[in-house]
DNA sequence: ACTTTATAATTGTATATACAAATAAAATGC
DNA sequence: GCATTTTATTTGTATATACAATTATAAAGT
C-alpha cells in the first residue's frame, strides 16, 4: 500500500508536469493560478483547502507565482487576498489547454471510466483517513 | 486525479509513520531495512527496483541507515551489497510488528477487500503509466 | 473595555525524493 | 588486447511539502 500510493503519485506528478511544459509551471502551482483565475481575491486559507495543503505551502507556492508576475498578493488585517496578474490571465487559455492535455492522457492511458473510478476511490479513502 | 493521488500518498504516509514510531523510522527507511534483513547482501540497483525509488535515494537512506548502525555497506568493484547490522536485526520483531499493525490500522480503517482492491488498482495503474 | 482565546498567514527549518553529472568498474566490439 | 559502451553507485543540487514557532489581527468572555 505505502508503495503503491507513493509510486501513482509520483508517476501522476510526472505526467502531469510533461503536459504542463508548455506553460512552464509545476502542477500544484498551475493548479492553485487555475484557482486564483476562477475566484480572483481567493484567500490562502481557502487555497490550501481546496488543493489539500498545508498554509505553510501555499504561501511558498504564491511567492513563487508572485515572483513570476503571475498573481498578486494584497494583505488587509489578517487576510490576504490573492488576484491573478494580467500576465496571468492571459495565460488562462494556454493552462486550461495544458490541464486538460493531462487530463486526456491519462484518460487515454487507463480509460475514461476506470480513471473516474480509480479517483474516487482514492477520494473515499482519503477521506476515511482523516479523522 | 493529481490531488486525490498526492493527498491520499500523504495521508497513507502519515499514518505509516505513527504506525513505525516505536522503531523511530521513516516508511521508506522501515521498508529498506526489511527488505536487506530479509535477503542480506542485496544491492542498492535491487532495492531501487522493488522500493520504486531512484538509485540516487536508496543510496541516501542507506546513508541513514548506516549513521543508526542498522545496516552496513561493502563496496567490491562497482556493485556494492548492503547487510543488517546485529542491531538491525535485533529490532527486527519490532519492525515486523510495526509494519503489521500499519497494514491492520489501515485495513480497519477501509477494509480488507476494499484496501486489497484500491492497492490493486492504483498498481495497475501505475503500471500503465511505466511506458 | 480589557484580557484571553482563536484564526490567518508567514517564516525558519527539516525531510523525502529526484535529476543530472561524476566515478568507477565491467562488458562488448572489433 | 585496447577502445567504446554500458552498468552500478555516489554526489551535488533542486523541488515539493510539512511541522513548529512566530506574528498579527480579530473575536469572545467576563
Chains 1, 2 share one sequence.
Do not use: W
Amino acid at each position: 500500500m505505502y508503495f503503491t500510493a507513493n509510486a501513482l503519485a509520483r508517476k501522476i506528478e510526472k505526467l502531469a508536469q510533461q503536459s504542463l511544459s508548455a506553460v512552464d509551471l509545476s502542477p500544484s502551482h498551475a493548479y492553485l493560478l487555475m484557482m486564483v483565475l476562477q475566484e480572483p481575491g481567493v484567500q490562502p486559507s481557502v487555497l490550501a483547502d481546496h488543493l489539500q495543503l498545508q498554509p505553510s505551502t501555499i504561501t511558498r507556492l504564491i511567492e513563487k507565482l508572485e515572483e513570476k508576475k503571475l498573481v498578486v498578493r494584497t494583505t488587509e488585517g489578517k487576510t490576504t487576498n490573492v488576484y491573478p496578474s494580467p500576465k496571468g490571465k492571459e495565460i488562462q487559455p494556454k493552462l486550461k489547454d495544458c490541464l486538460h492535455e493531462f487530463y486526456t492522457s491519462y484518460a487515454s492511458i487507463l480509460g475514461k471510466e476506470e480513471s473516474a473510478r480509480l479517483v474516487q476511490n482514492m477520494g473515499k479513502m482519503a477521506d476515511k483517513l482523516e479523522a
